[in-house]
Structures are given as structure tokens and as C-alpha cells.
């Protein structure tokens, strides 16, 4: 069964950075729209961030200027860095491979995404 591979989370303090990983050795992610969505103890799994494989990104509002998606083509990996860590960041992150198209959609639907992996956990606390 094809999934990805999450890694780069920790607990880290409040104002603090982490840079979680996406990447597989199955598939070429490179030729795909990758997302990173997360899922906080006792709440829904929701929308973080997405990459096109043009590059074109998008990120929820309450991550804006925090942040930042990004991938290297070379590494087959798709990278989330996080900034200015806040503690309602904490959850466990997953990534996901969009299945309709090679753009991120307007609106994220998880139903459409798809080689989903087991998350990686960021807890954020001082």
C-alpha cells in the first residue's frame, strides 16, 4: 500500500521551530500537490498547508507568516517549516499525496488526498 513517510516533529517551546518532512521512496512526489494537515487531541483533522508540483502553495489563516511549505525535487521530499510555535499547534501532523490534480485545490477536501502516513507528533509547551 503506497504511503508516505512523516518525520521532523518533536516538543519544542513556545516561539520555537521544527521542520517536518514528507517523502517516500515509492513515488515520485514530485510530479504531485502534497498536503500537510494535522489532528489535535480530541478535535477533527484539518487543512495546513498544500504545494503544487509547480510550486504554487497555499496555507490555512491561522499559520500564515508562520509557516512555510516548500519541496526539493532532488530529495523527493516535501518540507513543512514551522515558526513561532505556538502550544494550539500541537497535534500530530500528517501529509498527503492530492489525488485529482497536480495543483492544490481551493477548497481541501481530505477525501480527495490520499497515501496518507502514520503522522509525526509536535508538541509545543513549555
Known amino acids: 500500500q503506497l504511503q508516505v513517510v512523516e518525520s521532523g516533529g518533536g516538543l519544542v517551546q513556545p516561539g520555537g521551530s521544527l521542520r517536518l518532512s514528507c517523502a517516500t521512496e515509492?513515488?515520485?512526489?514530485?510530479?504531485?500537490?502534497i498536503g500537510w494537515f494535522r489532528q489535535a487531541p480530541g478535535k477533527e483533522r484539518e487543512w495546513v498547508s498544500c504545494?503544487?508540483?509547480?510550486?504554487?502553495?497555499n496555507v490555512t489563516d491561522s499559520a500564515k507568516g508562520r509557516f512555510t511549505i516548500s519541496r526539493d525535487n532532488a530529495k523527493n521530499t516535501v518540507y513543512l517549516q514551522m515558526n513561532g510555535l505556538k502550544p494550539e499547534d500541537t497535534a500530530v501532523y500528517y501529509c498527503?499525496?492530492?489525488?485529482?490534480?497536480?495543483?492544490?485545490?481551493?477548497?481541501?477536501?481530505?477525501?480527495?488526498?490520499?497515501?496518507w502516513g502514520q503522522g509525526t507528533q509536535v508538541t509545543v509547551s513549555s
Open positions: 498527503a499525496i492530492y489525488l485529482l490534480q497536480d495543483y492544490c485545490p481551493g477548497s481541501m477536501s481530505q477525501s480527495d488526498f490520499g497515501a
Open positions: 504545494i503544487g508540483s509547480e510550486g504554487g502553495t
Open positions: 515509492r513515488y515520485n512526489l514530485n510530479n504531485y500537490a
